[in-house]
């Protein structure tokens, strides 16, 4: 049993009190590594603190002592290593980066981090990789070693209590494999939450942060940590980090990594402040004695100390003037947050345009999988408000007016000028389409897709119909003329997916009450199916859903039962009297949960991202239907164009014409035959 395996299965055991030492520091590494006298004496003086402060709960004592006693545990075993593994560090780190998201927290971060890890050619650190038994190194191909790290980490949740307590974490902060690289300098002693431990009330932010980012060696450690990873497995690009404290030390950061590409992210701050002082209170209330008020308020002034500084820090970062900012100022990218909402794969694609990086169909294709599989609010959600934490919009404004004006100009200025150039495209085509009807004849047999060099995609019907597969230079066109570059029109038939719905498929036939009857001689014999017909109001029957595309139907097995779907989405309040009907937000859900998935599964062998379509109904119209597309689908044929017809994809609807010849004079008396014969003759 590694020192690692035994102090994670001793953490069942409440702790009053831990001995740190430096016994299994080699002194080799004490001599080569001489600020680990630094690194001991923070860790014991964050120590005292937990052992002074008398409303940390017993739970919080446990987990703070615990916590402090890996995390120097890990420092000495990786300074060790360092020592009998010294080549690694001469290795070189990729010429690329490091890409680092250092904006502010609470400022979507999270998902930016997640979404550009999908990136194939890069690598982001794993949890696994920083906190649990951390040398030797391994690569992410490593199944077995990465599974036996796992079973470590899953014993430390055999505390119901800790459990619980990274449950509720994660409604703040999702649980991901990847994770932040403050876990890499925790284990030097930066560690933020300790200063919400320190039982001094006069301590303050602005000093814990000019003391902790005097120490130069704390990313010495985050170099050589790195280098020890990459040593194992370096990424073909570049490497990925993350951390809102990189923030208050951007210049020591760019000391170790010269060739770093920045992204800083912004959000409106009224809506920062709330979600900050949410994450931080949530484990608080583990952590601490919840029967007084003074921990809470304390940790509240303290979020607002350190949340203050990070804005100036970043600012006066922005503002320096030295060589290596200089340098560095050209490559950072300012992300808004609103922005990374609305269109997250966008934001995404203008950072690889901007610093050049290589931006895949494969990693289009892992992002959207990715967020398909990781909604907003899947591992829980807080609520909060200003007013939970006696804040207000004007007082925040007032406060941060330098700031906020500053991050305007640099959003404005950072505006990358092709998106410019593709809304000037877009009016283009649109003015082209009302004014030359004449040529949307020619959009009944073709549709084109607009590539630009600059990596900008847009929808146009073409005005030729004779060329399918051979690229046309668009110099031919007037549309050519608001690029630097050609226009290249491409066709891509084996991308496009049509979607429809399939009208009623009918059960057996009705009888309304209303204008029916049973009529018979008297004392003659009433037949039995007579006796017992049915007298609905409404013809019963079923709607599907299903698509078609190059690769295929979709689903390839059977079409999905709208109607047995719409009957799950009924609350305990409804009344199952009336009839469910699809409007635009069970739609947008349908979309989500069934349509997306479904039609995904068969371009995830080929590589290739679909191209959307579906037909001209108002719901398909909508502004929340019309967003969820866009959520799921790169590119989509929109609903103006929806009358175009595929010459080399066989429309959905004429399937479902096909089926319902069919089935013809069939009578079904439920549901599941109705199911069972549309799907038989699906598969033929």
Not at 289 to 309: A, L, V
Request: aromatic fraction near 12%; charge should be neutral.
């Amino acid at each position: 049993m590694t020192s690692s395996d035994k102090t994670n299965n001793d953490r069942s055991t409440i702790l009053n009190d831990i001995i740190l030492h430096e016994d299994d520091l080699t002194e080799q590494a004490k001599k080569h590594f001489p600020y680990h006298s630094n690194i001991f004496r923070t860790f014991e003086s964050y120590r005292q603190s937990i052992l002074r402060n008398e409303y940390i709960a017993p739970f919080g004592r446990n987990f703070f002592l615990s916590e402090l006693q890996n995390l120097h545990i890990n420092c000495k075993r990786v300074l060790n290593y360092a020592i009998e593994h010294n080549k690694f560090v001469d290795q070189n780190l990729p010429t690329i980066g490091p890409l680092l998201i250092c904006g502010l927290t609470r400022t979507g971060t999270t998902l930016l981090y997640n979404l550009l890890a999908c990136d194939p050619q890069c690598r982001a650190p794993l949890y696994t990789d920083m906190c649990i038994d951390v040398v030797p190194p391994i690569a992410r191909s490593d199944s077995i070693g990465q599974n036996r790290r796992m079973d470590i980490f899953n014993s430390q949740m055999i505390s119901e209590q800790l459990s619980d307590f990274f449950i509720s974490f994660a409604a703040s902060h999702p649980n991901f494999s990847i994770e932040e690289d403050c876990f890499i300098t925790r284990q030097a002693g930066y560690f933020p939450l300790y200063f919400d431990l320190s039982d001094n009330e006069d301590d303050d932010a602005e000093n814990w942060i000019r003391n902790e980012i005097s120490k130069d060696y704390l990313y010495d450690y985050h170099e050589i940590f790195l280098r020890m990873l990459n040593s194992v497995d370096t990424p073909k690009s570049h490497w990925l980090l993350k951390s809102p404290f990189n923030v208050y030390c951007l210049d020591k950061f760019l000391q170790h990594y010269p060739n770093a590409l920045l992204i800083m992210t912004h959000r409106n701050l009224d809506e920062v402040f709330p979600s900050l002082y949410r994450l931080c209170l949530t484990p608080a209330s583990y952590h601490f004695d919840n029967t007084n008020s003074i921990s809470r308020d304390r940790i509240i002034k303290r979020c607002y100390q350190f949340f203050d500084k990070g804005i100036e820090y970043m600012m006066k970062f922005r503002n320096l003037q030295n060589d290596t900012v200089k340098k560095t100022q050209k490559n950072i990218f300012d992300v808004s947050y609103d922005n990374l909402m609305e269109d997250p794969i966008g934001v995404v694609q203008q950072i690889y345009d901007h610093f050049n990086l290589h931006f895949s169909d494969e990693m289009k294709m892992a992002m959207r999988n990715w967020l398909l599989e990781n909604p907003q609010g899947k591992q829980g959600r807080h609520k909060y408000s200003l007013s939970d934490f006696g804040l207000n919009r004007e007082d925040i404004e007032t406060r941060y007016a330098d700031y906020n004006k500053n991050r305007s100009s640099k959003l404005q200025k950072d505006l990358d000028p092709l998106q410019k150039r593709k809304t000037q495209l877009e009016f283009e085509v649109v003015k082209k389409n009302t004014l030359d009807n004449s040529s949307r004849k020619f959009t009944t047999n073709l549709l084109g897709d607009v590539s630009v060099s600059s990596g900008i995609i847009g929808y146009l019907s073409p005005f030729i119909g004779s060329l399918h597969d051979e690229p046309i230079h668009g110099e031919k066109y007037s549309l050519a003329e608001t690029f630097d570059k050609p226009i290249q029109i491409q066709w891509k038939w084996n991308r496009v997916v049509n979607c429809d719905f399939s009208g009623l498929f009918t059960l057996q036939s009705f009888y309304n009450k209303k204008n029916d009857g049973v009529w018979a001689v008297e004392g003659e014999e009433i037949e039995p199916d007579l006796i017992h017909a049915k007298t609905d109001k409404f013809q019963k029957g079923i709607i599907f859903w299903s698509a078609i595309s190059a690769q295929g139907l979709i689903p390839s097995q059977a079409p999905i039962n709208v109607t047995k779907w719409l009957e799950q989405q009924r609350t305990l309040c409804n009344d199952k009297r009336k009839r469910k009907y699809l409007t635009n937000k069970l739609y947008a859900k349908f979309l989500q949960e069934k349509a997306a998935p479904a039609i995904k599964a068969p371009f995830r062998k080929t590589k290739l991202d679909p191209i959307f379509q579906d037909d001209q109904d108002r719901k398909q119209r909508t502004a929340l239907v019309r967003k969820t597309v866009d959520q799921f689908f790169s590119e989509r044929i929109k609903p103006v164009d929806g009358d175009t017809k595929f010459a080399d994809v066989w429309r959905i609807d004429n399937v479902w014409g096909a089926l319902k010849e069919k089935i013809r004079g069939k009578v079904f008396a439920t549901s599941i035959e109705t199911e069972k014969e549309i799907e038989k003759e699906w598969k033929k």
